[in-house]
């Protein structure tokens, strides 16, 4: 279970904080992703990245902000948050961003926005 | 848009006993793969098993199958010989070649010894 790490595993922040969320994988793939999990609700693809290059927004807003400065690691920056954006956080990674492919998730970073 | 549904968010199973998870999903896309996820209560997901759409014959991963009735659009998961330790959450998933994923709500399997 070491193959994706996240960090913090949990994070208490403010509306008006600025926080970021670090992932890495330890696989040697080239696709990373940020889900969104929320109880009782289906999980939330929010960003993909391939070879770096961001190919997947699903329409989130622009509190949240992804950097993937290579393909090891993958940051979301959190800005002016609402109490709504409390959830598990997933990072996941997979060989190459093919639909076929096994994603390998990372433990989650558990945040709540007071 | 795809969307994938589960329609037990609880089940249990006697351990030694066979358990089925159900997931019904919609799409227009014709290629595409299904895959059922374990997430464990330590909460990091894994892998249980994966399906080709345009493969008829069900998969199977020792203990866990699928039936997979690509008309109906359901891909259930059939669990043989529960264990505790595949008490989990399970999440029942679809992603289509134009790279859009859809993840169920998930049923919560709980193995009673």
């Known amino acids: 279970e070491t193959g994706v790490t996240q960090t913090p595993r949990h994070l208490v922040m403010g509306m008006t904080n600025k926080k970021s969320l670090k992932c890495e994988q330890h696989l040697g793939h080239n696709a990373m992703y940020w889900y969104k999990q929320s109880a009782k609700k289906p999980l939330e693809l929010m960003f993909v990245?391939?070879?770096?290059?961001?190919?997947e927004n699903n329409s989130v807003p622009s509190r949240f902000s992804p950097e993937c400065p290579n393909s090891s690691h993958l940051f979301l920056h959190l800005h002016t948050l609402q109490p709504e954006d409390s959830a598990l956080y997933l990072c996941a990674s997979s060989q190459s961003g093919g639909y076929q492919e096994t994603q390998y998730f990372g433990p989650g970073t558990r945040l709540l926005v007071l | 848009a795809q969307t994938v549904t589960q329609s037990q968010p609880e089940m249990s199973v006697q351990e030694a006993e066979t358990v089925t998870l159900s997931c019904t999903y919609d799409?227009?896309?014709?290629?595409?793969?299904l895959f059922w996820y374990k997430q464990p209560p330590s909460r990091q997901m894994i892998l249980v098993i994966r399906q080709e759409a345009y493969k008829q014959q069900n998969a199977t991963e020792n203990r866990f199958s699928v039936n997979f009735q690509k008309a109906a659009k359901s891909f259930s998961l059939k669990i043989s010989d529960s264990q505790l330790g595949d008490a989990a959450m399970y999440f029942c998933a679809h992603w289509s070649n134009n790279n859009d994923m859809r993840f169920g709500a998930g049923t919560r399997l709980t193995v009673k010894p």
């Open positions: 990245y391939n070879f770096k290059e961001q190919t």
């Open positions: 799409t227009s896309e014709s290629d595409y793969y």
